[in-house]
């Protein structure tokens, strides 16, 4: 393990020095008059035979959301999967985790989450948003960009749950494992060159009153093109055989994935398990992963988890006092990056946004602000909004 982590570390600084103008070749200046030169297409690399893989299993020793995550992160951009594939088996503390194009704030309560103390992470996959605790198996399965096989990976975790509990599990049309049409496993996954790298989960005895309660939004509307989780109802596996626990269930996945051939969905049994590197205990260090520190700074930092959101706005109705009858309005909080850059508010049935004046503009967005403002725009009188909106007319 060592000495592949060193020889990859060595291919790193090779590539740093290769790339030093600031992460692609520099190109030769194009002459008055010459013809364009075309780039040579991306020739597929040699075609490794089975028998030449060899395959590992890899514990992450920690259960910090961003460490796991910067893990992840470190073998794609790193490691060497052309001969040697590998499956790595991580747990979190209680977390919500979001797909890179995600909008938090329509996932969940963001600041609800805060209050209870679980971490909000945005992965660098798509997909959509997932609660994990330590009761959540998560597995992402690395191999060479043309040796990427979703279906294979799933039934690995369809095969192993059949064989150590006959659990009957099946794979939907959105690549979700269903036992008894409820959800126990979702996916997402991160294809790039060379390397490619599949991930999913596997509910084995989460706290489901958790994950419920953590994905729920701040009743609003949102406006926002970001990617949307699509609700499913979801099992524990512990509902369906209550001898479930993690522990086995790590076991249980990491043999059937050493007992398979690295690309065809064939047992080789004990003999094929023996020829494989086994079970390796990761721990998630600077020492071990030269870099992994500034990758756990990036994912845990505000720019990344918040500031990453796509522009979106957020509206939500408000009523305030009037001498002879209220009046209906509603609050229009446009978000750039994190921050509340337009703030207003307008009649029904009217596009006329009035400016609101707040010292919260162009401060971070979250629940707890939103309705702030509403809170101190309902102290308004209905003369004073009058007043405001015929000034701006």
């Not at 594939?85 to 209680?94: M, S």
């Not at 064989?163 to 409820?182: G, L, P, S, T, Y």
Request: net charge positive.
């Amino acid at each position: 393990m060592s000495r592949l982590l060193r020889r990859n570390s060595s291919q790193l600084r090779l590539l740093l020095t290769r790339f030093a103008s600031g992460g692609a070749p520099v190109e030769p200046p194009q002459v008055a008059g010459q013809q364009e030169i075309r780039k040579p297409k991306r020739q597929p690399p040699p075609v490794v035979p089975d028998s030449e893989i060899k395959k590992s299993v890899f514990i992450s020793q920690s259960s910090d959301v961003f460490t796991n995550l910067a893990l992840e992160d470190w073998l794609y951009k790193n490691f060497d999967f052309s001969h040697h594939h590998v499956l790595l088996l991580w747990a979190n503390d209680p977390c919500v985790v979001i797909g890179r194009h995600q909008n938090p704030f329509t996932e969940a309560n963001v600041s609800r989450l805060v209050e209870r103390g679980i971490t909000l992470a945005r992965r660098n996959s798509g997909g959509g948003a997932v609660y994990h605790d330590l009761g959540n198996l998560n597995c992402t399965f690395f191999s060479p960009r043309e040796r990427y096989d979703r279906k294979y990976n799933l039934n690995i975790v369809t095969r192993a749950l059949f064989r150590e509990w006959a659990i009957k599990a099946e794979i939907n049309e959105r690549d979700d494992i269903v036992v008894m049409n409820k959800k126990i496993s979702g996916t997402a996954a991160k294809l790039g060159h060379p390397n490619s790298y599949h991930h999913c989960t596997i509910l084995a005895s989460a706290n489901k009153l958790h994950l419920g309660e953590s994905l729920v939004r701040e009743p609003a509307n949102y406006i926002s093109r970001a990617t949307a989780s699509v609700p499913s109802p979801i099992r524990n596996l512990v509902d369906v055989n209550r001898t479930v626990n993690v522990s086995q269930l790590r076991s249980a996945v990491g043999y059937e994935y050493l007992r398979t051939a690295a690309t065809k969905l064939e047992d080789g049994g004990s003999m094929q398990t023996m020829q494989q590197r086994g079970f390796q205990l990761i721990n998630p260090t600077e020492k071990w992963f030269p870099g992994i520190e500034e990758l756990r700074s990036n994912y845990s930092s505000w720019d990344w988890v918040i500031g990453k959101t796509p522009k979106f706005t957020v509206q939500k109705d408000l009523e305030v006092k009037g001498d002879e009858q209220d009046m209906k309005l509603k609050l229009s909080v446009e978000v750039e990056a994190g921050l509340m850059k337009e703030i207003g508010i307008q009649l029904p049935q009217s596009d006329q946004l009035v400016p609101v004046v707040t010292p919260l503009q162009g401060k971070p967005y979250n629940e707890e602000n939103l309705n702030g403002i509403l809170g101190a725009l309902k102290l308004v009188s209905a003369s004073n909004v009058k007043q405001a909106i015929n000034g701006s007319a």
